[in-house]
């Protein structure tokens, strides 16, 4: 197992042979705890995954305890008393609970009955300092080809559709190529809880190692500079239809992004400052 430390010095676990998929993490935030019992709504499906383990052994029912990290996310299920009792050790934050009296699992659980328990959570919060909730870096990784690029994850307020709702969604921007994840399918996703985020995070890992395997430019890179060549084109038309003599966009993939695109969004989260609804 390798670990790999991120550009904000949190250090995760990855698999040998998928260097890009993350399958531990040492430390996490605890940004949700609970119980549940039998006559919960849904109680029987969400105990499934203990009995289908052979670990449905607290008839009374079960604390519990949502973990996540930038990359990573995992549920830890103890006694309903373990849990209590660390909510009471924990009113100044500093609570810690010993994770061997119970069983931990990998993610947050999905399906009926946790799908209406478990509430919308982001990583960016503004109770911890953030703009508002749901809006931030997550995570960055420094660019192994380009030096003084970064590859970031962040979350924010786009829409699919110029004419359609204002959503909250997860992405990563390279800043060595400055590629709008919005054209690329699959690459932009609603931030809906730890998995999607750990998505968007694996998928910029993956945008690294492509640039590391292939370097930057080449056909097969995921990490391919267009130095240009579209805002050229646009800016050769736009002058021949209005017949002006100067631009109409920036003529650099960099400027452009920095006023247009992805950077021009992760600028103003960086200053603590609400961009504008991207794509609106």
Known sequence: ????????????????????????????RLPLVGTIAPGNPGYENMVKILRDNGHDTRPEGYGLIFLESEEFSATYFGSIEQIEQYKRDNVDGK???????????????????????????????????????????VTAFAHTEIPGAEVIVYEFEGKWLPDGEAQQMVTYHCTGCHMDTFHDSGHVHDNTGPDRRRWAARQARQHLISASRHGVGDKSSACRPNNGEMLRAVNAVAREKWGTTGNALPDTDDAYCATKGPCSVIRELRAGIRPPVYRA
């Open 95 to 137: 609570g810690t609970f010993d994770a061997a009296l119970g069983v931990t699992y990998a993610q947050w659980p999905h399906g009926k009955g946790w799908d209406t328990f478990l509430p919308r959570v982001f990583w960016n919060l503004q109770a911890r300092g953030a703009i508002a909730d749901g809006l931030g870096l």
């Open 1 to 28: 197992m390798q670990t790999i430390t991120n550009t904000y010095g949190t250090p995760h676990h990855v698999s040998d042979t998928s260097p890009a998929h993350v399958t531990s993490c040492d430390s996490y």
